[in-house]
């Protein structure tokens, strides 16, 4: 795995509308006590799009935290107000905060595997922090929502050294996923590869790869550490069985976890935010602070 490292940044500045709205949306703590940047950094030789994030008080040490986005390609990418309000809240919150776009998005160079070679680029963030002089790199969580959920189970099988984590309406059994919502397989075919897929009923000659990609199947290999496992209870784009199946297995193994289904929920948990943004907190305050 090739070093990697920063090759630009650039603060984000928002216009004032924008930071009315990041005020209304996060909290005005949020936007005048953290500091957000986009970058561009190297991931096996790729020229990679990403963020980081961390508090305006650099004169100490933060914990820091990869934040891992759902969708493929650009859609589900995250923009400059969106990561100004994301990653400044957990800034806000104390951690140093680093977040790929994955490669082939954003500009980036590559591209986009959905669980393959990408991991890299997750991977790839954790020597950033040699350059962010207020990261504690030894404190490492690691969060991911949907895709981003899929992302991080991948990540954690690779490197055990992360103390806590958090999925949020985590894909962690592929084939299910598209099964349930035959909207997901177009999006396999695209990222993963057309060629994989030729034969569509049943799923037959993707299957290795949707597999291998699913926590479901290798839950055993993942780190034994503190599991916080979030889900809408009526998401209709990853099911919440999901959710179960992982935590049933973390139980099995004896694996600190817990499982939260809010009621109603939809796949982004919009009307749950405040309930999630507590959950998450109070998580990374007791296992990563």
């Given at each position: 795995?090739?070093?990697?490292?920063?090759?630009?940044?650039?603060?984000?500045?928002?216009?004032?509308?924008?930071?009315?709205?990041?005020?209304?949306?996060?909290?005005?703590?949020?936007?005048?006590?953290?500091?957000?940047?986009?970058?561009?950094?190297?991931?096996?030789?790729?020229?990679v799009?990403?963020?980081?994030?961390?508090?305006?008080?650099?004169?100490?040490?933060?914990?820091?935290?990869?934040?891992?986005?759902?969708?493929?390609?650009?859609?589900?990418?995250?923009?400059?107000?969106?990561?100004?309000?994301?990653?400044?809240?957990?800034?806000?919150?104390?951690?140093?905060?680093?977040?790929?776009?994955?490669?082939?998005?954003?500009?980036?160079?590559?591209?986009?595997?959905?669980?393959?070679?990408?991991?890299?680029?997750?991977?790839?963030?954790?020597?950033?922090?040699?350059?962010?002089?207020?990261?504690?790199?030894?404190?490492?969580?690691?969060?991911?929502?949907?895709?981003?959920?899929?992302?991080?189970?991948?990540?954690?099988?690779?490197?055990?050294?992360?103390?806590?984590?958090?999925?949020?309406?985590?894909?962690?059994?592929?084939?299910?996923?598209?099964?349930?919502?035959?909207?997901?397989?177009?999006?396999?075919?695209?990222?993963?590869?057309?060629?994989?897929?030729?034969?569509?009923?049943?799923?037959?000659?993707?299957?290795?790869?949707?597999?291998?990609?699913?926590?479901?199947?290798?839950?055993?290999?993942?780190?034994?550490?503190?599991?916080?496992?979030?889900?809408?209870?009526?998401?209709?784009?990853?099911?919440?069985?999901?959710?179960?199946?992982?935590?049933?297995?973390?139980?099995?193994?004896?694996?600190?976890?817990?499982?939260?289904?809010?009621d109603?929920?939809?796949?982004?948990?919009?009307?749950?935010?405040k309930?999630?943004?507590?959950?998450?907190?109070?998580?990374?305050?007791?296992?990563?602070?």
């Amino acid at each position: 795995m090739s070093t990697a490292k920063i090759i630009e940044r650039k603060l984000i500045k928002l216009n004032e509308t924008q930071t009315k709205m990041v005020i209304s949306g996060w909290s005005k703590d949020v936007f005048e006590n953290s500091v957000v940047e986009k970058i561009t950094y190297i991931s096996d030789g790729l020229r990679v799009k990403g963020f980081i994030a961390y508090p305006e008080d650099t004169s100490k040490k933060y914990p820091c935290i990869i934040w891992n986005r759902g969708g493929g390609g650009n859609k589900g990418a995250i923009d400059e107000f969106t990561a100004r309000g994301i990653y400044g809240q957990l800034a806000c919150w104390g951690y140093v905060v680093f977040a790929s776009q994955y490669r082939g998005n954003a500009g980036g160079e590559g591209k986009e595997e959905f669980g393959g070679k990408d991991v890299n680029d997750i991977l790839n963030l954790i020597p950033l922090a040699d350059e962010i002089p207020s990261a504690d790199k030894s404190k490492w969580g690691i969060e991911g929502w949907s895709r981003g959920g899929m992302m991080t189970y991948l990540t954690l099988k690779r490197n055990h050294n992360f103390k806590c984590a958090v999925l949020v309406g985590a894909i962690s059994d592929l084939k299910q996923n598209a099964v349930d919502n035959p909207e997901m397989l177009k999006n396999y075919k695209a990222l993963i590869g057309e060629e994989y897929f030729s034969e569509l009923t049943p799923i037959k000659s993707g299957e290795e790869k949707l597999l291998e990609r699913s926590a479901v199947n290798f839950a055993e290999q993942l780190p034994s550490i503190p599991y916080l496992i979030i889900h809408g209870g009526k998401d209709e784009i990853v099911s919440p069985i999901q959710s179960i199946r992982m935590a049933e297995k973390f139980r099995e193994l004896g694996y600190e976890h817990k499982l939260v289904i809010l009621d109603g929920g939809d796949h982004y948990l919009k009307k749950h935010r405040k309930k999630v943004d507590k959950l998450r907190r109070v998580w990374y305050e007791k296992y990563l602070g």
